[in-house]
């Protein structure tokens, strides 16, 4: 199938974050099975992140507050990208910036990496106080962004957007006016966990972003209007756990799917999502057209 | 390299107030296993509690192809856990982090518990007694805990060395006070004739005591590795999640942990 100019076995990504580079996974699972990697957000300089604790769990979900801790993109092009690239699995560099500047310097830079197959623009973090969210929560920012990166790159471009809205489909139109390819959602949605002893946050900083189950409602509803109000595909994100899962998502207008906190709960979780999708299009052939 | 298996339990008691002993059977992870790793473990079938826990390998039986978890009830993860009966498997990402490094330079080989954190220890003892060069080390064992019914481990210890200490917060076994106060009296006594050059300590426990024994450790020039714990999600490096400060910078606790050099710590 293909989508968004990019070439891949299956629907089936690993959403950004939950993956680390790869590597850390090829020790469990087959990377050439997966339809797509997407990396950890890359930034210019590396970031420390946020003070721990940065992980809390909470009912069939997990907070998370790690602050986009990397080491930068020099050191992701030195260290990082070559693992990938072995792989017969196309590679999504996911980018995250504190500016309009940011974004395009690092699509600058992507543009010259043959094995780079897509640019997922993260405007969407919640774990950070400068950039992140405030782009993707302003439609008008988000529009330039996404116009930006545009200019920078001739890669496909996705627009992860975030859910922390109260009209997906203004961000949504926004990124497909800008220019990108694709839209995925969702990142994570803001939420705060208080230890009940101490009065205070249960994360580092006080709040964090909401994944896993808990969260996938709420995404296939934003998935369903943003899919309807736009012609770009639309990656479906939000706690697919299981085939079932992520087939919820295509019938809600997605294309393809990524998977997250699942890769904690179980390292097969994308190459059990792929087969249990294959086995779902086999007893309902005429369901999706994935091409 | 560790793998994601699922293992047979072999063996499945009680064996405090909230404390079970776990045996479990893999040929891979029993054979892999060292001292100071951990398994990530799956508590139950259903997507609540989502995530994994950590536990320390307690015992590791290469010869029986098992390995054993000792663990305290603290919340429902741990609570779930002692619902699996014999026979029944249970879903384990394993052997996982970084373990205690026994340097063959050493001679002198002490171990600090503090309450659950004696549970990686044994097996580091186990080992240090079963390496080659046994009858030229020393093996010294000091375990702490709030009061008698949370001490464990003791009679294992006692297989493996004489030479062991107890204390009790409340004075209810063993000598009143922390295990820190045991190991400073212990460097000020019986280290004293010794080079505390060849001396290594191990420790495991809640962080105050950890940071205690930290700062004897640098203040009597002795080497000092230390078992941290973090709050986790992945268990295998990749989402940052377990990161701990370090004279580095962020450091993972899966990975690169658990166990560091108390130098590295950054307690604050
Ligand atoms: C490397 C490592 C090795 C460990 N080894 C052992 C062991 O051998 N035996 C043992 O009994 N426990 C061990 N722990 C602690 C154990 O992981 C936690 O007690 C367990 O995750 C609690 O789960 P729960 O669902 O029962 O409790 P929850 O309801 O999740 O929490 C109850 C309490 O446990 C604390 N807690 C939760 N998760 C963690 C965590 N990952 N690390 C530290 N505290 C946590 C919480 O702060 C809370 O106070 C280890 C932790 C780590 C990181
Ligand atoms: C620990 C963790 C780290 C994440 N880091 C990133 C990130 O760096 N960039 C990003 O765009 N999304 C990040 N995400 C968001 C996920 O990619 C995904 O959008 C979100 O978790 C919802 O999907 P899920 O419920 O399947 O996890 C992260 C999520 C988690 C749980
Ligand atoms: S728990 Fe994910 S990196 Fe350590």
Redesign the interface.
Known sequence: MELAGIKMKNPVMVASGTFGFGKDFADYIDLNKLGAIVTKSVTLKPREGNPPPRIVETPSGMLNSIGLQNKGIEHFLKKQLPFLAKFDTPTIVNIAGESVEDYAELARILSQETTVKGIEVNISCPNVKKGGMSFGCDAGLTKQVIAAVRKATTQPIIAKLTPNVADITLPAKAAAEGGADALSLINTIVGMSIDIETGGSRLGSLTGGLSGPAIRPIAVRLVYEAARAVKIPVIGIGGIMSGSDAVEFFHAGAKAVQVGTANFVDTSAAINVIKEIEEYVHRHPRAFNFS | ????EKCRILEHQKVGPHHYKLTLVSQYISSHAQPGQFVNV?CSES??????RPISFHRINTQHRTFELLYEVVGRGSELLTKYFVGEEL?I?GPLGTGFNIDPEKRIHILVGGGMGIAPLLALGEQIQNSKVKSQNALYVLIGANNKEHIFGEEEFRKVTDQVQVATDDGSYGKKGFVSDLLLNFIETELRTHNSELATIYACGPRPMLKAVAEIAQQKKIDCQISME????????????????TAG??RTVC?HGPVLDAKEIIWN
Do not use: N, S, V, W
């Open positions: 390299m560790p793998i994601q799956k997507f609540d509690p989502l995530l994994r879903d990402l973090e709050r986790m999600a992945c268990g295998i490096g990749a989402c940052k999640g377990c990161a701990t400060k910078g962020y990975k």
